[in-house]
């Protein structure tokens, strides 16, 4: 009788992992897969604390700066391998697949000027095969894109075949995040703005607003890796002085309807905040970080999604929008954590912008009326008062976005702000530096 081949799999997997065929990394509870999924994680059988080890992706300055602070991101353990071999098909099949998948369609969900089109869908997947942490990003992205097309049936496949390449590349992006050069770095700036997608793309169990308070750090991130960067990315391989030479759209394209429902945004932070003397507070920051007065921080933000409006309604810099938490900056990205009601309107304003991106930028359309929703029903539940004083802005964006409001609708309510008294400041110059 042939003697029967011992295996090398284990079964001390939580029960999550095993329903999604990934393997797990018996760390927990939670395991790196349940906590990236915000999923509730259950071993059968008691486990040991989770060994110090780093299973964290950690984006940190370059110069060792201080006041800019590391952004980790829990990411999962697996083999690639397993996962195809768990649902038939060599990894090799799958890889063609990815990739065909980003020359094809998912590259263009990163275009935001014609000029990016061959860097995105020729030169940066050709420089990936010279830089690991990139090409498993590229599989990623492209992963998860098939995934949130494909049917329910095949979905898991992809979903987890997307974490895995995503936590292959994560671990090599740190290492290399140290070296940055003028050969790599546009490389790692590209990795740092996919991640943002990456995470937007994820099913989770967790609320939109979560998943998009880490997405907004990771923007953050980006934008720190990019101004340091920034004399390399300028002479490189991508075309971003091109972008930036293009930015600078007049408010007045802005629709009559959209100004008027901006100038209602500074109008309640005037009223709120104009007498402000105390600094806000941004998140525990300590020396070195500028203090900046609440209505400034606001009026920031405010002008952040002007900029996004006039360049949406010009559209000549496709997709524009999603950098609204770079323009509004860091501090504000804190309030939004924290919940902060004015934040969140003006976060429920971004809403309409993110809901009418061109369907090709999938991973941003996607998360914009769940986001309106959920904000909305954060501030009724929360914030009742101040959820009838803004009744007209939030019925504004209900109305813009096509969905219902009924219960809002039915309310008598008076703001005690008149439209005559709203006003339009000038646009100022202190977004200009973004660069997304």
């Known amino acids: 009788m042939q003697k029967r081949r011992s295996h090398k799999k284990s079964r001390n997997g939580c029960q999550n992992c095993k329903k999604w065929h990934t393997k797990c990394d018996e760390q927990g509870p939670p395991c790196n897969n349940c906590t990236l999924r915000k999923a509730k994680c259950v071993y059968n059988h008691p486990k040991a604390e989770a060994l110090s080890n780093n299973n964290s992706l950690t984006i940190r300055p370059r ?78 992205i492209s992963s998860l894109h098939i995934a949130h097309t494909a049917g329910e049936t095949n979905s898991a496949k992809y979903v987890n075949a997307g974490l895995e390449y995503y936590n292959r590349g994560s671990s090599s992006f740190r290492t290399y995040l140290g070296k940055m050069n003028a050969e790599n770095a546009h490389v790692l700036y590209m990795f740092s703005a996919i991640a943002t997608a990456v995470h937007l793309s994820i099913p989770k169990c967790a609320s939109t607003l979560d998943l998009l308070v880490v997405a907004l750090d990771l923007v953050n991130g980006s934008t720190s890796i990019g101004m340091m960067a920034m004399p390399w990315l300028l002479n490189s391989a991508l075309p971003l002085r091109l972008f930036i030479s293009r930015m600078g759209a007049s408010k007045d394209l802005i629709d009559v309807d959209s100004r008027a429902a901006l100038a209602r945004l500074r109008a309640i932070n005037d009223l709120r905040h104009g007498a402000t003397v105390e600094p806000v507070s941004d998140g525990g920051e300590t020396d070195g970080v500028i203090e900046i007065r609440d209505h400034e921080l606001y009026e920031m933000a405010i002008n952040g999604l002007e900029t996004c409006y006039a360049e949406e309604a010009r559209g000549l810099l496709r997709g524009f929008c999603t950098a609204f938490p770079g323009l509004a900056g860091k501090p504000f990205t804190s309030l939004i954590s924290k919940s902060d009601p004015f934040a969140l309107l003006i976060v429920l304003h971004w809403a309409v912008l993110l809901g009418g991106l061109d369907q090709t930028i999938w991973w941003g359309a996607r998360i914009a009326e769940k986001l309106a929703l959920e904000v909305s029903d954060l501030l009724k539940m929360s914030h009742p008062d101040l959820s009838l004083e803004w009744a007209d802005a939030m019925v504004w964006v209900h109305d813009r976005m096509g969905l219902s409001w009924s219960q809002v609708r039915e309310l008598s309510y008076s703001s005690g702000l008149s439209s005559d008294s709203w006003e339009e400041p000038t646009l100022t110059q202190e977004s200009e530096s973004f660069l997304i």
């Open 63 to 140: 110069n060792r700066d201080t006041t800019i602070s590391p952004i980790s991101v829990e990411r999962p353990r697996g083999d690639v391998g397993a996962i195809c071999a768990a649902y038939g098909g060599p990894s090799r099949l799958l890889e063609l697949e990815l990739m065909h998948q980003w020359s094809t369609v998912t590259y263009k969900a990163f275009c935001g000027i014609p000029e990016d089109v061959p860097y995105l869908q020729g030169l940066l997947p050709r420089t990936a095969l010279e830089y690991d942490f990139m090409l498993n990003c590229i599989m990623a």
